[in-house]
């Protein structure tokens, strides 16, 4: 197998195997696409000969002026010709029809089954890669792999028919003159494979510098909020300025070397028409060859140098393609450690919302050596609400990210009424038992409506509002022109902070879920909104466990018990009374909070 460096750094094996899968299917538009192809280069290999046919009728009557005869004589070959280039035209159309459809069918294909590998990955999958990566190996590799397949099978085939086709052609006119040519070949591939090596590399340094700039652009654009902010638009052109100069300066120098190369190919090209003509010319006044001859040994080896011209341009595509396929593949073949969906369901009527941490031990998968949380116990009764503070940093939010099992704990368990999550169903878990809220809400570009539905897919628009109204959203979002049919910009970003965080709530409560999980669901707001948000917060509270993760303590105060996480070990824990009453981590906490605004 050939291996080729992906973009990723890590040396790829392109998968054969995998690439039988999605061609298997729809390998009759292969064959059918082939025969095409092949069928328009036996076409091209006899154009040359019947066109010779018509040349040699021509020059009887060059001296002849019988123009009757001519026109009876030109009649057969003119046909043929006709018929040739009428059935050419409809090859064409055929095999890139086919070929089209192929290309569209297995890159679709290849499409969704990507997509649906990426949104299978772990969590920590999607820690460790640049979400900029994982678009473009949906998109732009994706794209390539389907042009380099395409242009393989159309052109590559056709080319090499045409050569070896052509090459017969010319045998079978003139041995002599074809040896003659044949001798310049191993000189024209050794300086074509040099100057190419260079090209290329020329080529991929641009390449890199071009997609170097549009990573300046893209961060520019998407924290456009934080350029505005800061006054950085004249930086941040002045570097885009500047990664764009690299790039056309790169560019044109691949524009001098292709414009060299090209000057030269052609002035080699005529060099050997220059060469044939000359040869042929004095083989046809020794009457070795007929000018139909000449013509159509001039017409092959014209349709050899444009088949060389465009193996060499396949050359960089299959390269390319070869690239590209590797990356998709690479995704594809990606194992979660985690399954999705399947194991125990727990029954409604036994579904209490008892967790408990038993001696758990994590590290994140990218950081393996510092362990968050060391030999960790923690219950979190059913029905209470169980704050979690500390300073930042400490674990709070890894203790929610394994509730909702984003990882999996490296030694212990989390259990829920008593079952290791690992054994229950992922889906289940999180679609049916927790609510998730976390500071930042994350809204779709899409309608009031259809974010809160994103809870409950199956819910009413009745459902709908009553979950709004339970999260304090429905009078706002009646007060909108368009109500629940707003559109909330991309991630939301027309809605205030408050307005957003609302939302999410009613989204959470959507789907009425037994544990409730708030990842400092208000520190991102002022104290006005927290206080609305809050009090949706009490109404979501009722009836579920809860896990609350705050900064303020101020809002922890009413949880039934309050834990003191340091250095993912639990330091303290009890009412908010009998944590001040101790003077110890809780209070002093409380107390520096209390300071900050007085200092
Ligand atoms: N996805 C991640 N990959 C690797 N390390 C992480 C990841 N998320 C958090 N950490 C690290 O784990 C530790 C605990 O982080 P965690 O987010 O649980 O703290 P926290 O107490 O919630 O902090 P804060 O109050 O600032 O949100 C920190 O050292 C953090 O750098």
Request: aromatic content about 8%.
């Amino acid at each position: 197998m050939t291996t080729y460096r992906t973009s990723s750094g890590k040396q790829q094996k392109f998968d054969w195997d995998k690439f039988w899968q999605y061609l298997k299917p729809h390998i009759w538009y292969l064959i059918a696409a082939i025969a095409g192809a092949l069928a328009v280069a036996i076409l091209n290999i006899q154009i040359p000969q019947v066109m010779g046919g018509v040349i040699n009728v021509i020059a009887q009557y060059t001296d002849n002026k019988n123009s009757e005869s001519f026109i009876n004589e030109m009649k057969v070959p003119a046909i043929k010709l006709i018929a040739m280039y009428v059935g050419q035209s409809l090859c064409t159309f055929f095999y890139i029809y086919m070929l089209s459809n192929l290309g569209e069918r297995i890159s679709f294909q290849m499409k969704t089954d990507l997509f649906a590998a990426i949104m299978r990955q772990d969590i920590a999958f999607f820690d460790q890669q640049r979400t900029g990566e994982v678009i473009n190996r949906l998109t732009s590799d994706i794209q390539d792999f389907k042009s380099s397949f395409k242009q393989t099978v159309s052109g590559g085939l056709r080319a090499i028919a045409q050569i070896v086709g052509c090459s017969v052609s010319l045998i079978m006119i003139s041995p002599h003159m074809t040896f003659i040519t044949l001798l310049c070949v191993p000189t024209v591939i050794a300086v074509g494979t040099l100057f190419g090596g260079l090209l290329r590399n020329t080529s991929r340094k641009a390449q890199a510098q071009i997609e170097k700039t549009t990573a300046v652009a893209d961060e520019a654009v998407s924290n456009i909020r934080t350029v505005r902010a800061f006054g950085m638009e004249d930086q941040e052109r002045e570097l885009f300025d500047a990664e764009a100069e690299l790039a056309m300066v790169l560019n044109e120098n691949l524009g001098f070397g292709i414009g060299w190369f090209q000057a030269g190919t052609n002035l080699f090209l005529n060099g050997m028409v220059l060469i044939t003509l000359y040869m042929g010319g004095y083989l046809l006044s020794t009457d070795k060859l007929s000018p139909g001859e000449l013509m159509a040994y001039l017409m092959a080896s014209q349709t050899i140098q444009r088949s060389l011209g465009q193996l060499s341009l396949l050359f960089g595509s299959v390269v390319r393609g070869v690239a590209a396929g590797s990356r998709v593949f690479e995704y594809m073949n990606l194992r979660p450690t985690m399954p999705l969906r399947g194991g125990k369901i727990i029954p409604e009527d036994n579904l209490k919302g008892d967790i408990e941490f038993k001696n758990v031990t994590f590290a994140y998968p990218t950081r393996r050596q510092q362990y968050v949380l060391k030999n960790f116990d923690l219950k979190i009764p059913s029905g209470k609400t169980l704050a979690i503070v500390g300073a930042s940093g400490n674990g709070k939010s890894t203790v929610v990210a394994l509730i909702e099992r984003f990882y999996d704990v490296n030694c212990g368990s989390v259990t829920l009424d008593g079952h290791d999550i690992k054994t229950l169903d992922p889906s289940w878990l999180r679609q049916r038992v927790l609510g998730l809220i976390s500071q930042e809400p994350i809204l779709f570009g899409t309608s009031i409506v259809e974010n809160i539905r994103y809870g409950l897919p199956s819910a009413s628009d009745e459902e709908v509002k009553e979950a709004a109204k339970l999260a304090n959203a429905h009078d706002f979002i009646s007060s909108f022109p368009q109500g629940y049919d707003t559109m909330v910009g991309e991630r939301g970003v027309t809605l205030s902070g408050g307005q957003k965080q609302r939302i999410a709530i009613a989204r959470a409560l959507l789907k009425n879920p037994t544990v409730l999980l708030l990842d400092e669901a208000t520190s991102a707001l002022d104290t006005e909104s927290e206080k609305v948000v809050q009090n949706a917060l009490e109404n979501a509270k009722k009836g579920r466990t809860v896990v609350v993760i705050a900064h303020r303590l101020s809002t922890v105060q009413n949880a039934d018990i309050i834990v003191v996480l340091n250095k993912g070990v639990i330091v303290e824990m009890g009412t908010h009374e009998e944590l001040t009453r101790k003077r110890g981590y809780y209070w002093s906490l409380t107390y520096q909070q209390q300071e900050v605004p007085a200092g």
